[in-house]
């Protein structure tokens, strides 16, 4: 189903993203796309917190405003995460 507004999914209704919005990564050993990746690292590191616990947290807490995150894989995502975070990091310099 399409409309002006975009393309939603007919399994949960909710909008599918655009395909340059979603990139994969590897959580628990399985690869999952998350909506909106860069642009929430881009905004985590611009909070400045260099505790790992609260990095976590806020990356987390952005993630799953715009994607489904499994209760009990939210350990795994959160490990998966920072490591893209601090790939993110130090390739900014």
């Known amino acids: 189903m399409a409309d002006d507004e975009g393309?939603?999914?007919?399994?949960?209704?909710?909008?599918?993203?655009?395909?340059?919005?979603?990139?994969?990564?590897?959580?628990?050993?399985?690869?999952?796309?998350?909506?909106?990746?860069?642009?929430?690292l881009k905004t985590v590191a611009e909070m400045d917190i260099s505790d790992p616990v609260q990095v976590k947290e806020a990356l987390l807490m952005a993630v799953k405003a715009a994607n489904y995150v499994?209760?009990?894989?939210?350990?795994?995502?959160?490990?998966?995460?920072?490591?893209e975070y601090l790939h993110y990091i130090e390739s900014r310099g």
């Open 7 to 40: 393309e939603y999914c007919t399994v949960c209704g909710g909008m599918v993203p655009k395909a340059g919005d979603v990139r994969q990564i590897t959580v628990d050993g399985k690869a999952v796309g998350i909506n909106g990746l860069d642009q929430i």
């Open 70 to 83: 499994p209760t009990k894989k939210v350990g795994a995502y959160g490990d998966a995460l920072y490591g």
